[in-house]
T-cell receptor, first 117, second 110 residues
Framework: NAGVMQNPRHLVRRRGQEARLRCSPMKGHSHVYWYRQLPEEGLKFMVYLQKENIIDESGMPKERFSAEFPKEGPSILRIQQVVRGDSAAYFC???????????????FGPGTRLTVL | EDKVVQSPLSLVVHEGDTVTLNCSYEVTNFRSLLWYKQEKKAPTFLFML????IEKKSGRLSSILDKKELFSILNITATQTGDSAVYLC??????????FGEGTQLTVNP
């Protein structure tokens, strides 16, 4: 029973290039969350998606960042025209479908460490 | 914005010691409080707390929530070097987003 999978695990980009980070949720999970961990800082929420829907993107920078979770395939976090300040660990988490009022823990993937040169 | 504060930020103990990690949170749209262990990779889920005063246990780890005083503690008894990690506390709010504290860096020396 594979856990949350992320790839690549490490990604190096030059300033101005695009970064694409992928996340495959745990089997049976239909909710995906992306978090960013800057050096020496805690995890910060970015975006919450269900299949084909963005539910909450209040933590996403307004420019250059986008996320999707298509009907088929992994969730993608895309960063256009990367800058040095984007260097961080990007974690994806997933949780199963839940009814309103119930509780479900989020399970995290190993993260993608993005380094912008 | 919701805020989660953990203390201490770092802690160094010897094997066999008992440690208590603290987490305070804000009440806005509270749904649950979660504890994770992070060892240079994915945060690993430890506990989810939703009700006040009910202790959750897993081996040498235990945790409890106080919804009146808005805090939670994580206890680790008979610590081992393998317990060395960053312990993260997170508040889940309505809408399912998690707001994390900065973490407590625990170092257990032999």
């Amino acid at each position: 029973n594979a856990g949350v999978m992320q790839n690549p695990r490490h990604l190096v980009r030059r300033r101005g290039q695009e970064a694409r980070l992928r996340c495959s949720p745990m089997k049976g999970h239909s909710h995906v969350y992306w978090y960013r961990q800057l050096p020496e800082e805690g995890l910060k929420f970015m975006v919450y998606l269900q299949k084909e829907n963005i539910i909450d993107e209040s933590g996403m920078p307004k420019e250059r960042f986008s996320a999707e979770f298509p009907k088929e395939g992994p969730s993608i976090l895309r960063i256009q025209q990367v800058v040095r300040g984007d260097s961080a660990a990007y974690f994806c988490a997933s949780s199963p479908w839940f009814r309103a009022g119930s509780y479900n823990e989020q399970f995290f993937g190993p993260g993608t460490r993005l380094t912008v040169l | 914005e919701d805020k989660v504060v953990q203390s201490p930020l770092s802690l160094v103990v010897h094997e066999g010691d008992t440690v208590t990690l603290n987490c305070s949170y804000e009440v806005t749209n509270f749904r649950s409080l979660l504890w994770y262990k992070q060892e240079k990779k994915a945060p690993t889920f430890l506990f989810m707390l939703t009700s006040s005063g009910i202790e959750k246990k897993s081996g040498r780890l235990s945790s409890i929530l106080d919804k009146k005083e808005l805090f939670s503690i994580l206890n680790i008894t008979a610590t081992q070097t393998g317990d060395s990690a960053v312990y993260l506390c997170a508040q889940e709010t309505s809408g399912s987003r998690l707001t994390f504290g900065e973490g407590t860096q625990l170092t257990v020396n032999p």
